[in-house]
């Protein structure tokens, strides 16, 4: 069976077999992807136009919502156009592309809120050590090792997931997931993968105790500030990130804590689309109704002739705008 998938590939889990209905899915997944990949790639261009935003937060926050496009990118296209051209069938090289970077930056997302976490502790709790202890390259390692890490984990399941021989190429999902294609397994083989697994998920789990136990101690912290100003924003760009890690860490483990045979059909793509859609989706919302910050820069970002003036006057003068705009020298 093994050759045979890899020349037919994989039969993904359909939506729906009414045309209606498959429409109606291309259509809301079309909508929600718009809003993901739009409302992450806003908060890319805040970020990299407003200079006041170039601090370690942002950029752990940067790399964050581009770990987000990529997540739905992965998955989502391949499904809309499954649907509009009534064709469930992946084949077997896009899956393994699709468990590669789905991994790729599913592990790197929650390696990016655990950084997020030490971030910031170390600014509300040690002030005064912050530009010591997270100098730029001290940041800009933690980014690099973060996605190195992650591209050694994609790797790793990905060849664990595809060393294995298939009895079936019918896949209960609407991409292509590890747990899903190990249940199709017919070779011992697939114990490996199990164990890679239960190891990712022990580790998911240790971040997830990371960033609950740095947060206690955050909150500590910022009951003892003086201010309340300072208080309130030290919460404005905590609760955000606390926000964002519940979202993901739960909708994932509402995916992977029950046993994919005793679940229906329509169960698994439910649960598919709550961790695999959703969080990516809701980031850039939580993010940018809780910082005031963003809010500012997104202000800023939105408004022309702000823009204008902060683009030099030569630049301006090649992209043809008028002259009221250009700077006064």
């Given at each position: 069976?093994?050759?045979?998938?890899?020349?037919?590939g994989?039969?993904?889990?359909?939506?729906?077999q009414?045309?209606?209905?498959?429409?109606?899915?291309?259509f809301?997944?079309?909508?929600?992807?718009?809003?993901?990949?739009?409302?992450?790639?806003?908060?890319?261009?805040?970020?990299?136009?407003?200079?006041?935003?170039?601090?370690?937060?942002?950029?752990?926050?940067?790399?964050?919502?581009?770990?987000d496009?990529?997540t739905?990118?992965?998955?989502?296209?391949?499904?809309?156009?499954?649907s509009?051209?009534?064709n469930?069938?992946i084949?077997?090289?896009?899956?393994?592309?699709?468990?590669?970077?789905?991994?790729l930056?599913?592990?790197?997302?929650?390696?990016?809120?655990?950084?997020?976490?030490?971030?910031?502790y170390?600014?509300?709790?040690?002030?005064?050590?912050?530009?010591?202890?997270?100098?730029?390259g001290?940041?800009?390692e933690?980014?690099?090792?973060?996605?190195?890490?992650?591209?050694?984990?994609?790797?790793?399941?990905?060849?664990?997931?595809?060393?294995?021989?298939?009895?079936?190429?019918?896949?209960?999902q609407?991409?292509?997931?590890?747990?899903?294609?190990l249940?199709?397994?017919?070779?011992?083989?697939?114990?490996?993968?199990v164990?890679?697994?239960?190891?990712?998920?022990?580790?998911?789990?240790?971040c997830?105790?990371?960033?609950?136990?740095?947060?206690a101690?955050i909150?500590?912290?910022?009951?003892?500030?003086?201010?309340?100003?300072?208080?309130h924003?030290?919460?404005?760009t905590c609760?955000?990130?606390?926000?964002?890690?519940?979202?993901?860490?739960?909708?994932?483990?509402?995916?992977?804590?029950?046993?994919?045979?005793?679940?229906?059909?329509g169960?698994?793509?439910?649960?598919?689309?709550i961790y695999?859609?959703?969080?990516?989706?809701?980031?850039?919302?939580?993010?940018?109704?809780?910082?005031?910050?963003?809010?500012?820069?997104?202000?800023?970002?939105?408004?022309?002739?702000?823009?204008?003036?902060?683009?030099p006057?030569?630049?301006?003068?090649?992209?043809?705008?008028?002259?009221?705009?250009?700077?006064?020298?």
């Amino acid at each position: 069976m093994r050759n045979l998938t890899l020349t037919s590939g994989f039969l993904l889990l359909e939506f729906s077999q009414i045309r209606e209905l498959q429409i109606l899915h291309f259509f809301v997944f079309l909508g929600l992807y718009l809003i993901t990949v739009i409302g992450n790639l806003l908060i890319i261009f805040v970020i990299a136009l407003d200079h006041h935003l170039h601090i370690p937060m942002y950029f752990f926050l940067m790399n964050l919502a581009i770990s987000d496009i990529g997540t739905v990118s992965a998955i989502g296209p391949k499904s809309m156009v499954s649907s509009i051209m009534n064709n469930s069938h992946i084949s077997y090289g896009e899956c393994v592309t699709q468990v590669f970077f789905f991994f790729l930056f599913g592990c790197s997302d929650l390696i990016l809120l655990t950084i997020m976490a030490h971030d910031r502790y170390v600014a509300i709790c040690n002030p005064l050590q912050y530009e010591v202890i997270m100098n730029k390259g001290a940041y800009i390692e933690m980014i690099t090792m973060s996605w190195i890490t992650s591209i050694l984990y994609a790797v790793l399941h990905t060849a664990g997931t595809f060393s294995i021989t298939f009895c079936s190429n019918r896949v209960d999902q609407f991409f292509c997931e590890i747990p899903q294609l190990l249940k199709l397994s017919c070779s011992d083989l697939y114990i490996v993968e199990v164990g890679l697994l239960a190891f990712s998920c022990i580790s998911a789990f240790g971040c997830f105790v990371f960033i609950i136990v740095t947060y206690a101690w955050i909150l500590t912290g910022v009951l003892k500030m003086p201010s309340e100003q300072g208080r309130h924003k030290a919460l404005s760009t905590c609760l955000p990130h606390l926000l964002v890690v519940s979202l993901l860490m739960f909708t994932g483990l509402f995916a992977y804590i029950r046993s994919p045979s005793n679940s229906s059909s329509g169960m698994d793509l439910v649960f598919g689309v709550i961790y695999a859609i959703l969080p990516p989706m809701m980031n850039p919302f939580i993010y940018s109704m809780r910082n005031k910050e963003i809010q500012t820069a997104l202000r800023k970002l939105l408004s022309l002739k702000h823009f204008c003036d902060t683009v030099p006057g030569y630049i301006q003068k090649s992209l043809g705008f008028p002259r009221i705009f250009l700077p006064r020298s």
